[in-house]
């Protein structure tokens, strides 16, 4: 059964704008945690950011934040002031004892 | 180096040819994982080790796939009588702790292609 799931296979924003990534997750483990990863065109996985099911607090880091609406099962990530080095594939992902990512959400930003 | 190694980065392997794949952690790490990546999709979990323990493996698709780590530092992903469905990315990456939490940083890849 598919944990992640991302239902945007691409998304497109104009530079300077911010744009939210969604990820939804399934999972009967209260304890979890939820990761986005960046994957440009050079094929290197760069993580982003990190969310932990416990977490009272959304996560921010820089221009990244994580919208965590765990009983929505939901872990959204928001990128602020979009740049054009953002363009790249971005992976949600959710570690209990494995690590599960989602296909992927393709983010074109244009000038 | 200060990042995880893998190597070779490239690999052509004949269909039914044995290959072994190599991953380097970051030194101290204690967990160390391995992924398959095919063309335009998300890493898929292989294995996971923490230091030499197999913790587990259940995403390994057959019984032709091996990974090993015996001393808590290096690992071998070992592919045996490789077929086309082989082709992909393997990913490898370690984290310093065992627990759920924890940046996994991840190496480039070595690209298999089964011909």
């Known amino acids: 059964a598919q944990k992640i799931t991302q239902t945007q296979p691409g998304m497109f924003v104009q530079e300077k704008e911010a744009v939210t990534l969604d990820c939804t997750y399934d999972?009967?483990?209260?304890?979890?945690?939820l990761f986005w990863y960046k994957q440009p065109s050079s094929g290197e996985m760069i993580f982003l950011i990190y969310?932990?099911?416990?977490?009272?607090q959304n996560a921010t880091e820089g221009r990244y934040s994580l919208n965590f609406q765990k009983a929505r099962k939901s872990a959204n990530l928001v990128i602020s002031a979009s740049q054009l080095g953002d363009s790249a594939m971005y992976f949600c992902a959710m570690r209990e004892n494995d690590m599960r990512f989602g296909a992927g959400t393709r983010l074109t930003v244009k000038p | 180096g200060a990042g995880v190694s893998q190597s070779p980065r490239y690999k052509v392997a004949k269909r039914g040819q044995d290959v072994a794949l190599r991953c380097d952690p970051i030194?101290?790490?204690?967990?160390l994982f391995w992924y398959q990546q095919a063309l335009g999709q998300g890493p898929e979990f292989l294995t996971y080790f923490q230091n030499e323990a197999q913790l587990d493996k259940s995403g390994l698709p057959s019984d032709r796939f091996f990974a090993e780590r015996p001393e808590g530092s290096v690992s071998t992903l070992k592919i045996q009588r490789t077929q086309q469905e082989d082709s992909a990315v393997y990913l490898c990456a370690s984290s310093l702790g065992g627990g759920l939490a924890g940046e996994q940083f991840f190496g480039p890849g070595t690209r298999l292609t089964v011909l």
């Open positions: 969310q932990g099911s416990y977490d009272q």
């Open positions: 999972t009967s483990d209260p304890s979890y945690g």
């Open positions: 030194s101290g790490h204690v967990s």
